[in-house]
């Protein structure tokens, strides 16, 4: 199986060389990373960024997106090991994550824009907009981290993922277990001619090295913003998923801690920590509701 597997795996890497969906911008580092642009009328912006354990931003924010759309110019970001962006050998800290950031949103020509980022990209956002208060407008958290957070367990994802890499992905079980309605599962936005790429993704992309570097990076990420807050100048909604806060007493109360401007808000809406797919209608009309910018 491990033979079969190997093949099949360079297969997957020569499809996702070659896909093609939203644009590419090559940052300062000689990296390439993907976004994908949902563009309208409105002036204004939101860049949305994905969590942690997310195999491709363009497909899993893409309903998410859309709805928006009347409402935002949206950009989805694949950072890179994300989707079909580049590798990259940059440690994959909050500092180069920001600049990495920061240069496609100058690249795009906004200098004003909303964050939308969903779990362990709170934590970036976090950092990035003490860096760049004069640009963050607002931000929205999908059940996203906060650095207070931090367990015992985030010292163990760096030894957990390369586990999972070799116990998953190296040995092919994953793909011996991904049938198509698996990958239609994972991927319901895709058209029937994208699954291809969506298993191929699915199959082979999962804790790719940069992703692993990420894990690896995971508890200096979070001390590095433990002690950082929202600028009282930028308005903060939190959407939190009841499922999460049910499992977590200090769930709430741990983002009310991080917030300083007076216009935000922290809400609660039942589903998920992937309220952008167990929720979907409720998570769109808290975003498109929020206001305090008008």
Known sequence: MAIWNSLETKNDLEIIANAKYGAFYTTSNDDRVNYTLYDS??????????????VSAHYEFDALAAKLSDKYKVVVYEPPGVGISDLSDTERTVENYSKELHELMQ?????????????????????????????????IGIDATVPAE????????????????????????????????????????????????????????????????????MVY????????????????????????????????????DVITNKDSKVSIISGDHYLHQSNLKGLADEITSWDVRH
């Not at 433990?226 to 007493?249: C, G, Q, R, W």
Request: glycine share 2%; charged share 30%.
């Open 41 to 54: 009328e409105s002036e204004q912006v939101v860049v949305i960024l994905p969590g942690l354990e997310c």
């Open 221 to 256: 990420n979070e001390e590095k913003c433990m002690d950082l807050i929202f600028p009282d100048t930028v308005p903060v909604l939190y959407i939190l998923a009841k499922d999460t806060v049910s499992e977590d007493a200090k769930w709430e109360q741990l983002h009310k």
């Open 107 to 139: 690249h795009l020509g906004h200098d004003k824009y909303t964050i939308i980022a969903h779990s362990f990209a709170g934590l970036y956002s976090l950092y990035y907009t003490n860096q760049y208060p004069d640009e963050v407008e607002a931000f």
């Open 150 to 217: 931090i367990e015992e367990a985030d010292h163990e994802a760096y030894a957990n993922a390369k586990r999972l890499r070799t116990l998953m992905i190296k040995s092919g079980l994953l793909r011996l277990a991904s049938s198509e309605e698996v990958i239609k599962d994972q991927f319901p936005s895709a058209k029937a001619d994208e699954l291809e790429l969506c298993k191929a993704l699915w199959c082979s992309a999962q804790y790719n090295d940069t992703k692993l570097n990420e894990y690896k990076n």
